[in-house]
């Protein structure tokens, strides 16, 4: 399981939209969007790098972990450490914060039905 933190995250979701990306333009992209220094974008980048979530070759960075797997890992860590793993829990605590759509609650029930078990 990839472990991401909140600034790395958000360094990633910028990633994702402007990748691949030239490391000094990604530099400026971290100063205008994160309020980064050159050397906390440098930073960030190694520490990555490092562990196999980003690369960084000729200067030309970009993410090796699909933003949808980080997506997945990350639900997963929130249900188990605030709802103990509970997803019906989870749903409960989503839906009731507000009305949804005919068509959210549509899409809601299909997806619930693609994975249910079939006796």
């Known amino acids: 399981m990839v472990k991401i933190n909140d600034s790395e995250l958000r360094f990633l979701n910028l990633l994702w ?8 333009e990604l ?4 100063e205008k969007h994160l309020g980064w220094k050159k050397s906390t974008t440098y930073t960030v980048i190694r520490r990555l790098a ?3 979530i980003v690369k960084n070759e ?3 960075v970009s993410v090796l972990v699909a933003r949808e797997q980080v997506q997945k890992n990350e639900t997963e860590e ?13 749903l409960a605590s989503f839906i009731g914060r507000g009305k949804l759509s005919p068509g959210e609650a549509a899409e809601l029930k299909r997806l619930i039905d693609s994975c249910t078990e079939e006796d």
Do not use: H, K, W
């Open 17 to 24: 939209e402007y990748e691949p990306v030239n490391s000094t």
């Open 78 to 90: 929130l249900i188990d450490r605030v709802y103990g793993g509970s997803l019906q829990m989870f």
């Open 58 to 60: 000729n200067a030309l």
């Open 50 to 52: 490092a562990r196999g």
């Open 27 to 30: 530099v400026r992209l971290c």
